[in-house]
Nanobody
Framework: QVQLVESGGGLVQAGSSLRLSCTAS????????MGWFRQAPGEEREFVAA????????YYADSVKGRFTISRDNAKNTVYLQMNNLKPEDTAVYCC????????????????WGQGTQVTVSS
């Protein structure tokens, strides 16, 4: 089993930046990919970005391309989500998860969900 803990959320103004962290513990040697997802109030959870654990290949949702960057530090078992030029529509609870394929858009293929961190962007 892998346990994930997110941090770094907060309340910011539009145009600001935040960096989220997701730290893994447990059987980290079994991780193939890690992803970030978000869920706004009244909305379904959606994919944001993912990265392979070994090679660093990345994949982004169209809505965040050019603004968000996912990266990893294997020594720290941590994946980061650098979010720049934040918009009010980015407001959501952001969660990380592990999965077998960094390009998988099927949320059911992802697991070991963290508890999430709230990101609120004011206009």
């Amino acid at each position: 089993q892998v346990q994930l803990v997110e941090s770094g959320g907060g309340l910011v103004q539009a145009g600001s930046s935040l960096r989220l962290s997701c730290t893994a513990s447990g059987r980290t040697g079994t991780i193939h990919a890690m992803g970030w997802f978000r869920q706004a109030p009244g909305e379904e959870r959606e994919f944001v970005a993912a990265i392979t654990w070994s090679g660093g290949s990345t994949y982004y949702a169209d809505s965040v391309k050019g603004r968000f960057t996912i990266s990893r530090d294997n020594a720290k078992n941590t994946v980061y989500l650098q979010m720049n030029n934040l918009k009010p529509e980015d407001t959501a609870v952001y969660c990380c998860a592990v999965g077998p394929d960094y390009r998988s858009g099927n949320l059911r293929s992802w697991g070991s969900w963290g508890q999430g961190t709230q990101v609120t962007v004011s206009s």
